[in-house]
């Protein structure tokens, strides 16, 4: 079967500081892998999503990057985190089966200081 | 551009009480309608799914069904329980948009014995 893993969990990080946030997928090859993040308060907003290695679509222009070294393997990262980078980050992966639902990890709490 | 609206929460009521999420989209062409659920300190699982007008998705005991002239989708439970705690979010994908799903807000749930 299928599975997904993220980590760290939870994560405090000072301003400035850099990130790496990975995610890995099991079962499966050449899934579409899917950054998004929750703000407190908000609902989540998809980042970064990859086709395949190396190809790498940013949604929306910020302060992090995403990569994909390998097929199963999805990278988030920032040079200097901001505040305004806190929140709930979720990794996700699809199939290429048509209307195959999305799966979710089970999240990392990031917290900039 | 495409976008979801559900109610806002926090929903509190009581054991085996009726529910009923609110959620209306805006979408310019055909899309797939999903409710996913999100429990505490958890990533999001997918609860159900409608992929054309008048679908009705289900599980566990949750229905909701695609209004495509009321462009609508809201959640529903006969009878809630106390582990039906959590955060319900609607979403939409265009057809063939795979994991780019948009997402409300997302509502929570709070039941109470």
Known sequence: ??????????L???????????CTVEGTSNPNLYW????????????FYSVGIGQISSEVPQNLSASRPQDRQFILSSKKLLLSDSGFYLCAWISGVRNSPLHFGNGTRLTVT | GDSVTQMEGPVTLSEEA????????TATGYPSLFWYVQYPGEGLQLLLKATKADDKGSNKGFEATYRKETTSFHLEKGSVQVSDSAVYFCALSENNQGGKLIFGQGTELSVKP
């Open chain 1, 12 to 22: 405090v990080q000072p301003v400035g500081s850099p990130l790496s946030l990975e």
């Open chain 2, 18 to 25: 009726f529910l009923t999420i609110n959620c209306t989209y």
């Open chain 1, 1 to 10: 079967s299928q599975t997904i893993h993220q980590w760290p969990a939870t």
């Open chain 1, 36 to 47: 998004y993040r929750q703000a407190a308060g908000r609902g989540l907003q998809l980042l």
